[in-house]
């Protein structure tokens, strides 16, 4: 028998593994985060905080500076972090990037009562990409509207998007229960009572509308809302394992306030390690052909105890 989470008994989460998996990962040292690096899993460190969101946002103009009218190209953002998304603008107006063949594909949009909010919605991830980046940037150099997808309830078109232009990157940050997009661990029922999905099921799911595990509805109204939980929807719509795939590369950016010490350990040994569970969706990256995690150094902290 699997342990019960400590934190959500009705769902899947880290706190299920065993204890000498979790203990391990909390007592890696800098050093041995970097020596976890492999063929197909890189690892970088950057000592300060502005050059850690321009390396991010220089993922989008490179990723984008591929794309050719024979061969459309682009990248997968997130919300978490979004720091890098005013730099992004700022970039292509002053190099004068065109953005005519390029595309971009948000990771995820809150759904309420079983349809995805509206682009005025406070929360919204929409929202916040207009805002912060396309709106922002000269219209001569824009990317045309139908080559930003955003993905919806009825994601036919999003997911046809993915087979028609190629995926350079697929950024994204960690949640606190150890997700990038929402690709949370599921409820503890079903077929899933005693155990939770294998990984090769896992990652068959696509773009879909999931319920969101405790730990994620806390997680952003922390940072987007103060803690007023009651503005976080419970549900969404995320890219799936199935898109990721397709990406090229995935490239998880770490800042430090999204996550904590130990959960960015977590995820760097099984992945390192190649122990993909679906109660840490994160670590089914372990199969991904290339991935890169990128640490805000001065935040990887550690594990110790500390009173306070």
């Known amino acids: 028998m699997r342990n019960m989470s400590k934190v959500a008994p009705a769902w899947w989460d880290y706190t299920t593994l065993d204890r000498e998996l979790l203990d391990e990962a909390a007592s890696l040292t800098e050093k041995n985060i970097l020596d976890l690096a ?8 950057f000592d300060s905080i502005e050059e850690f969101y321009l390396a991010e946002a220089l993922e989008y103009i490179t990723a984008w500076q591929q794309a050719t009218e024979g061969r459309p190209a682009g990248i997968c953002g997130p919300i978490g972090p979004t720091e890098q998304l005013p730099l992004v603008a700022r970039m292509v107006n002053e190099l004068g990037i065109s953005l005519k063949h390029c595309h971009f594909w948000g990771m995820d949009e809150w759904v309420v ?24 940037i000269n219209p001569k150099l824009a990317m045309p509207v139908e080559n930003i997808h955003f993905p919806s309830v009825d994601a036919k078109a999003f997911i046809e998007s993915w087979d ?12 606190e229960v150890k997700h990038w997009a929402f690709n949370d661990p599921p409820k503890r029922e ?3 009572q005693h155990a939770p999905p294998l990984p090769e099921e896992y990652r068959k799911l696509g773009t879909r509308v999931v319920d969101l595990h405790p730990l994620t509805l806390m997680q952003n109204a922390r940072t987007s809302g103060g803690g007023a939980v009651q503005n976080v929807p419970h549900q969404a719509v995320t890219v799936g394992p199935v898109e990721t795939w397709k990406a090229e590369k995935v490239s998880i ?7 904590n010490p130990f959960g960015i350990r977590l995820t760097s040994l099984m992945i390192s390690k190649r122990i993909p569970d679906s109660s ?5 990256l372990a199969d991904h052909p290339n991935v890169q995690f990128n640490f805000f150094r001065p935040a990887l902290g550690t594990c110790k105890v500390e009173m306070h």
């Open 38 to 45: 492999r063929q197909g899993f890189a690892i970088r460190f």
């Open 113 to 136: 009562a079983g349809k995805e909010v509206s682009i005025d919605f406070p929360l919204g991830f929409a929202r916040a990409d207009m805002e912060l980046c396309f709106n922002r």
């Open 164 to 175: 028609s232009v190629r995926c350079v990157v697929m950024q994204g940050g960690q949640g």
């Open 190 to 192: 079903g077929a899933y």
């Open 253 to 259: 950016w770490h800042p430090g306030h999204h996550d």
């Open 280 to 284: 840490v969706p994160m670590s089914l």
